[in-house]
């Protein structure tokens, strides 16, 4: 049967015909629906894990015991994630395992555009990359028969084009596979004495697969006669380089990317005077072969930086540009925000209005560092908040503790806050953190998480509870508001900041988005009330612009969360009567 | 057939997901390689979002660039705007006159350019202007605007009318697909 699926929803086919049977991973962009897809089969066991970290051990152990199993996370999980995986290199498995990353070139929805390419040569992991949605599927299924064949974890790397974008896929039937479990220190416990024989075994290991690297076939040759130069290329660049050039040039295109192979580079150069290699980031098959001593045109015309498309292909061939239309007036910019009535918008107000230094995290809050309400000071990655501001404080003394916090998401937090709050409470900073509990992971599109109580299925899960969590690490004073009551918030905010001890306040409210929570009636301005002051348009809630000389409100955007009533001076937001 | 280029834009949460599945299906059935591109993730949340829908004999790039798009069809009218520099030569843009303010004009950084359609008329584009807005919410919700404006595209297509329905039935959900049917007429017959 034939199908138009993404890139993720092929790899997610492919891995439960490959006989996976497991399946643990936390979401991230453009990663997430390989694991939400996964879930859909209901004969196979799939779950959100509080890290990467904790989904790759999982699934190590999940393989261990005997079954197919895979962890899936964006470029940055993978760092989070490298502890495990570069001993699981030597330990190799004992049924199939599968790590799919996805970078995202260009950063559509990432901090930064690192090449994980990086992290299968370190590890000496293989990785295989595809194309299109076809190749997703189909390399889902071998990688689990290379992991098993060769003894090693297998990468399946993707990037947004590939993960995000549909093409027909043929879908085929689920082949079981079970593997004995047997005790076997020599291979699994990676002490000294034990690692110190497994890494000669990696090393030929890295031979035996670039010698499939060379004959396999997943790495192929497709010859044009009288092709002027050839072209090496792998993933979403394949498809540019045929879309500019068609069936016109010479083209080796790799399906897997580490390790690369020697003797199919060499004889391709064989068949060609010049060799280009379109890769987007960093330049690894190019450096490569260079390092096999054949010459190649990489990054003298290629960017390092972002993503390739057709267009920017034909620009380093000198290929003429296609006509367009160009207009004279400026399109003003349409950035994501904020939602109308999103609880993260009252705590940012507040802290905006009392002029607080803000250690920001990685979710939807990250746009509270927008204008109007520019509230963040800075954003590094997941958890860094509750770290960093401990050593704000140690380094600025008193002073700026009292006027410091950091914010972290309630899925954040549990991924890797938690530590940097235990940190805070050992080692002793004044330090506060607001936890922004919106009751879900928000930005990666509503997965389930340790505090929601729910599984990936929708299952009744255990619920982790934030207040007693904080409390058990060492936190004394824990406080919860609500983000819809701007004098509560502000309040609590100034109590905790003056305190001489360690604080967590807890933001909670559940996103509006969710499903059970029921938007009331939408507000509207009283225009012979409203003074046209804009101290509403301070607040940057998409529902409330500013026309003819007084506020107006969206009512198909506004959900009647009245945090606005609250800002107006002259009670110009009424509640329309229905 | 060379490869056709259509382009779906809009702002984060007007439906441009539905759009793109309707016509990804439709395009399957009838026999096309087909690839529907879209970013996901931040473009949720109220922003500019695109999506490309590329269909002929073999598609390899996912995505459209300058001067590519035989069709965009924009659900707001200054996306039309935004996306205009990747329609082709003899390329049409079916627009939404619904107006949705973008932050920089909410909070009075920008002003909202009023004649874009004008200018993009004069510079000699097809533009194709209809009130996809009051049309869906004729059809029962103005949620529909999504249909309509599909409606208005399959004018320009030689595919049945009635695999166009089929397409519908099979992409919504069963209580609401008696009112995009009446969108999607609304918009073809407007």
Known sequence: MKKLLIGNAAIARGLYEGGCSLISSYPGTPSTEITEEFAKFSDTYCEWAPNEKVAMETAFGAALQGKRSACCMKHVGLNVAADPLFTMSYTGVNAGLVICVADDPGMHSSQNEQDSRHYAIASKIPMLEPSDSEECLEFAKLAFEISENFDTPVFIKTCTRVAHSQSIVEIGERTEVTKEYAKNGAKYIMMPGNAIKRHPFVEERTKALTEYADTSGINRIEKADNAEFGIITSSTSYQYVKEVFGDSVSVLKLGMVNPLPINLIKDFAKLVNKIYVVEELDPIIENHCKSIGVDVIGREVFSILGEFSQKSIAKAFNIQDKYSVDLDTQIPVRPPMMCAGCPHRGMYYVLARNKVTVLGDIGCYTLGAQPPLCALDSTLCMGASVSSIHGFNKAGGTETEQKTVCVIGDSTFMHSGVTGLINIAYNMSNSTVIILDNSITGMTGH?????????????????????????????????????????????????????????????????????????????????????????????????ISFKDGHAKVDTTLCIGCEVCKQLCAFDAFESEVK | MDTKNIMIVGVGGQGSLLASKLLGKLLVDEGYDVKVSEVHGMSQRGGSVVTYVRFGDKVYSPVIEDGEADFIVSFEKIEAARYVKQLSKDGTVIVNTQEIDPMPVIIGAAEYPKDVLTEMKDKGVNVDAIDALSLATQA???????????????????????????????????????????????????
Not at chain 1, 478 to 486: E, I, T
Not at chain 2, 148 to 162: T, W
């Open chain 1, 447 to 543: 997965q389930q998480n340790p505090t929601t109580g729910y599984s990936i299925k929708g299952d009744p899960a255990g619920k982790i509870n934030l207040e007693d969590l904080c409390h058990s690490v060492g936190i004394n004073s824990v406080r919860v508001v609500d983000p819809y009551n701007l004098d509560e918030c502000e309040k609590v905010l100034k109590e905790e900041l003056n305190k001489n001890e360690p604080s967590v306040i807890i933001s909670r409210r559940p996103c509006v988005l969710l499903k059970y929570v029921k938007p009331k009636t939408p507000l509207k301005v009283n225009t012979d009330k409203c003074k046209g002051c804009k101290k509403c348009m301070k607040f940057g809630c998409p529902a």
């Open chain 2, 140 to 190: 029962g919700s103005a949620k529909a605007s999504n249909i309509v404006l599909m409606g208005r595209l399959a004018k320009y297509f030689d595919i049945p009318y009635e695999k166009w329905i089929n397409a519908i039935e099979n992409s919504v959900k069963p209580q609401f697909i008696e009112m995009n049917k009446k969108a999607f007429e609304l918009g073809y017959y407007c």
